[in-house]
């Protein structure tokens, strides 16, 4: 059974996340992430468009079920704890 007050709370968290690990990852490792943005412009311009929105989708969704995970693990501890 989903626990929709966790659900809207990882994909919140997830879309932040998603948001902020740019931001940072262009504060601490500018050459890098410029070198990244590069590499995904140069792929949108190519027959492998996709592959920059398949990774993103796919680091979201990582990120989205692991926090899910992590609040039903700790849901399920407490309970456990509780009773």
Do not use: A
Request: aromatic share 22%; glycine share 2%; hydrophobic share 65%.
């Amino acid at each position: 059974m989903i626990n929709k007050k966790q659900f809207m709370l990882s994909f919140l968290l997830s879309i932040i996340v998603c948001i902020l690990l740019p931001v940072f990852m262009f504060i601490n490792h500018y050459e890098d992430t410029i070198q990244t943005f590069d590499t995904i412009l140069v792929l949108l311009q190519t027959p492998y468009w996709f592959l920059p929105l398949f990774f993103g989708i796919m680091f979201f969704l990582l990120v989205f079920f692991g926090l899910y995970l992590i609040f039903r693990v700790v849901n399920f501890l407490i309970r456990i704890i509780t009773h």
